[in-house]
């Protein structure tokens, strides 16, 4: 194999991302910035956010394009946590339970939003993009006066409506982070987080080698072939749709026992597009993704937000590194999608 | 002095070689016929010589060119325009809403200064009306049209249109070659007649034409010379007056359509028949059917032929159920579902699309994806069962892809290649293997050889035939060239205004099958 073909198999915009994260890995060396917390703070960052970013793949197989109403499936992962934590749960239990409630919620959001991206072919990534937008303003109402009385939830004065935060701690905080963690040197490895999205991953992709995924994807590569085939096009999509919103909802859950906090009323918004520019600097494309891209673009987009906040804070003032993530995922979401096709990686 | 000479031109397209060493030359004012059949390179030839873009953006083409006594490259239109090159394309190039003043002025609009434009330049000039629709009636008289120029183009005959991209070339002060791709084939026969004197008109004015056509007689009619490509050379180029229609038809196809089709099959009319359509409708836009009724036995192969547009490829995209159908259809007596291309499938009736790359094929999957998929989804083949699981087994695959690449000649690189980078003649193999996988009784197959080469043709009406013979498969093959319908099939069924108008067996006389494409009443052609 020739440089050529390896460039060609690694990409332009990996590439570039790559050495941008080596550049700073090395400044962060220079700077005796301690790597062991770097490495944990990778490490974690990537369980908490890998699961969202798969959510995209099933969207982007079904062919509807980058699922932009991650927030649809996110607003039920919080509330299937809100119950849990009203019930005063810990521990496993409230991991399960969680679940429990939040999954077959997503199913029914996902299906219903998937009948209307039926009606709207084309506009999907617009359509959804507004939808997202409606949704966390219409819950923004819902957090105000949904009946959950618990008092780790409501606002201390009055005693109705949940807070902006909610902390984690006494319900599942940290769950998942800690099961059968170890340390390498001073490097805790968040073994139970990783676990996890492994499962999901796996499951995504047998699906995807099974005769129901390969028949999804087919009818996101093409509808005309798809029909020919007797493929019926619009359930396919509904799959797609219903699969991205569940493991959304599934992965706010994730997130938030890493971060320890629920985030409610406009958080969901800010999820879609980190996700969405991971799976793309992975490699995928707006017909294409495989779970491959969503390991390497989470782990290079989460590395460098990792790296650079330290770096970058020592270097320049303020806040220069949020402002840098923003540069970063949105640029590569613009990248993207001027691209027509994706690479043959 | 020759106005054009274009020296051993080729181009090659990602390793096709599509024109190799054609010359041609043109006279100041003549009328120089140039025709081929489809593929032979016609529109190739004339992408070059208008600087299209898709001939740069594919990596150029070899040869030169001198215009006018200088040398001559064309980057793109604009600057073959600059030259004082225009073309009217097949398809028109109007924008419906302008009026045909302002079509005819396109981007050459007469133009006043104001006290904006001083300032801010030439582009903020102000339109002057009245000269522009003084140039398009000056234009439009050229061509002996008769038409108010502010009329809107939506809305017009097509002829009329026709007219208008050219009054648009000759407005253009510095016209020296028109080049007219197929400009006849829209037009009724009047339309045509008037447009030929026009050409002869616009040839003594002294601009020089390029025709290109596929109807001999035009060509005979109007050029002072000819010349004649056959899969991308030069066969020959020669005064008009010294060839006869039958002489450019036999250089036009280079070959004795072989008489010795294949062995005819015999079926007795009174069985039952395998396939039965009655009063078939098909909605599908620019293809519609109106009442088909026919009757296909086992093991037959029919043909289906016809002029384009009047119905022929509705047939096949019907019985599948792709565009919305009535009537019935019955398979073995039974009555089979409508609309829906799944239960087709699982009533073991199989599809090659006319639409290779848009229905045929998945152009970025690879070659054993595209071959197994109808297979895995219908008939679950390739599959392997682990508890509820249905796992799609790529071993398998692959080597079942292996098999047919080899068994149907398939030029690949191997089964992982993405089918978008196949020549047609391969994509269209790798659709046939999938049809092959799926061992249909009943293959549906539409324009199976439209834009592959010779070879791969006779592989792919070789390899039908095959199928039909040995495993007994009824085929019902759609084709617009009748050469291949009567090299194959067992009877053809002639198609027109979405009906059968007549079934022929293959050896009837050309002229039955001229009359009956061309819708004439039958009455003592069909013995």
């Keep these: 194999m020739d440089l050529k073909k390896i460039y060609e198999k690694i990409g332009f915009p990996r590439l570039i991302i790559a050495s941008f994260l080596i550049v700073l890995l090395i400044t962060a060396a220079i700077l005796n910035i301690p790597l062991s917390g770097i490495w944990q703070d990778i490490f974690t960052r990537f369980g908490m956010n890998a699961i969202l970013v798969l959510a995209m793949v099933p969207s982007i197989q079904s062919g509807i394009g980058i699922n932009f109403n991650l927030p649809l499936g996110v607003i039920f992962g919080l509330i299937g946590a809100l119950v849990s934590i009203e019930l005063g749960l810990s521990g496993l239990s409230s991991f399960l339970v969680a679940l429990a409630v939040a999954v077959p919620l997503a199913i029914v959001a996902g299906y219903l939003y998937g009948l209307m991206l039926n009606k709207v072919k084309g506009q999907e990534m617009t359509v959804g993009n507004y939808v997202g937008f409606s949704v966390v303003s219409f819950m923004c109402i819902f957090w105000l006066v949904a009946p959950f009385r618990s008092p780790e939830l409501t606002w201390a004065m009055g005693g109705t409506g949940l807070r902006v935060t909610l902390s984690m701690e006494s319900s599942m905080g940290g769950l998942l982070d800690n099961f059968l963690a170890f340390r390498i040197g001073a490097t805790k490895i968040p073994t139970g987080l990783l676990l996890t999205f492994a499962i999901l991953a796996t499951i995504v992709w047998i699906f995807s080698k099974s005769k129901k995924g390969t028949a999804m994807r087919v009818a996101g590569s093409s509808e005309a072939f798809a029909t020919s085939n007797g493929v019926n096009v619009d359930k396919q999509r509904l799959l797609g749709i219903v699969l991205s919103t569940v493991l959304a909802a599934i992965g706010i859950i994730v997130y938030s026992q890493s971060f320890g906090f629920l985030q409610l009323y406009n958080a969901p918004l800010y999820v879609a597009l980190p996700a969405a520019a991971s799976i793309l600097i992975g490699g995928a494309s707006l017909k294409k993704a495989k779970i491959l891209h969503v390991i390497i673009g989470t782990f290079l987009f989460q590395g460098l937000l990792v790296v650079a906040l330290p770096v970058i804070n020592i270097i320049s003032e303020g806040s220069m590194a949020e402002i840098i993530r923003i540069i970063i995922s949105n640029g590569i979401i613009l990248y993207a999608l001027t691209r027509k096709a994706g690479d043959a990686a | ?527």
Excluded: W
Excluded at chain 2, 76 to 82: D, K, L, N, R
Excluded at chain 2, 186 to 208: H, P, R, Y
Excluded at chain 2, 281 to 299: A, D, F, S, W
């Design chain 2, 1 to 527: 002095m020759d106005l054009l000479q274009m020296q051993n031109i080729g181009k090659n397209y990602s390793g096709n070689q599509v024109l190799k060493g054609v010359s041609l030359n043109i006279k100041e004012g003549e009328i120089h016929g140039l025709v081929g059949e489809n593929g032979a390179g016609k529109s190739t030839l004339m992408n070059i010589l208008f600087g299209m873009p898709v001939i740069h953006s594919t990596g150029g083409f070899e040869g030169e060119m001198i215009f006018d006594g200088k040398a001559y490259s064309p980057k793109t239109p604009t600057e073959a325009m600059e030259m004082g090159i225009g073309m009217v394309h097949q398809e028109f190039m109007l924008i419906p809403g302008f009026t045909i003043t302002e079509n005819i002025k396109l981007n050459r609009e007469n133009t006043k200064p104001t006290a904006l434009s001083k300032v801010l330049g030439p582009k903020l000039e102000k339109l002057d009306l009245p000269k522009m629709r003084e140039d398009a009636k000056n234009a439009l008289n050229k061509l002996n049209m008769t038409i108010d120029e502010y009329l809107p183009v939506a809305g017009l005959p097509v002829g009329y249109m026709q007219f208008i991209e050219i009054a648009r070339e000759i407005d253009k002060s510095n016209l020296k070659l028109l080049i007219l791709d197929e400009p006849t084939a829209v037009l009724t026969e009047s339309e045509a007649a008037q447009f030929l004197e026009v050409i002869k008109n616009l040839s003594k004015m002294g601009i020089a034409i390029l025709f290109i056509t596929h109807r001999l007689d035009e060509i005979k009619q109007i050029t002072d010379s000819i010349t004649v490509l056959r899969d991308g050379t030069l066969v020959k180029s020669v005064a008009t007056a010294d060839i006869n229609i039958i002489e450019m038809a036999r250089l036009m196809v280079g070959r004795e359509i072989s008489s010795t089709v294949s062995e005819k099959k015999e079926f007795d009319d009174n069985a039952p028949p395998f396939l039965e359509l009655q009063d078939l409708y098909v909605n599908m836009p620019g293809e519609k059917v109106r009442g088909v009724n026919l009757k296909i036995q086992k093991g037959e192969i029919l043909g289906l032929g016809g002029l384009a547009g009047q119905g022929k490829i509705g047939i096949a995209n019907g019985i599948m159920g792709l565009y919305p159908t009535k009537g019935s259809i019955l398979k073995d007596g039974k009555e089979m579902p409508l609309n829906n291309p799944r239960e087709m499938l699982n009533n073991s009736v199989a599809f090659l699309s006319e639409d290779r790359k848009g229905v045929g094929l998945l152009l970025d999957e690879p070659i054993d994806f595209n071959i197994a998929f109808t297979s895995i989804e219908v008939q679950e083949q390739f599959i392997n069962k682990v508890g509820p699981l249905k796992i799609v087994n790529n071993s398998k695959i692959k080597s079942h892809a292996r098999d047919m690449i080899s068994e149907l000649d398939i030029r690949c690189t191997g089964p992982d290649q993405y089918t978008r980078f196949l020549s047609g003649g391969n994509q269209q193999k790798v659709c046939i293997a999938r049809a092959l996988t799926l061992n249909p009784e009943i293959l549906l197959v539409s324009e199976p050889t439209r834009g592959i080469d010779i070879g791969a043709k006779k592989l792919v009406l070789d390899t039908l035939v095959k199928l039909n013979k040995e495993l007994n498969m009824t085929i019902i093959i759609t084709s617009s060239e009748l050469a291949e319908l009567r090299q194959v099939s067992d009877r053809i069924a002639i198609i027109s205004e979405g009906k059968v108008h007549a079934i022929l067996p293959p050896d009837a006389s050309d002229e039955a099958f001229g009359l009956a494409m061309a819708g004439e009443d039958l009455d003592g052609v069909v013995k």
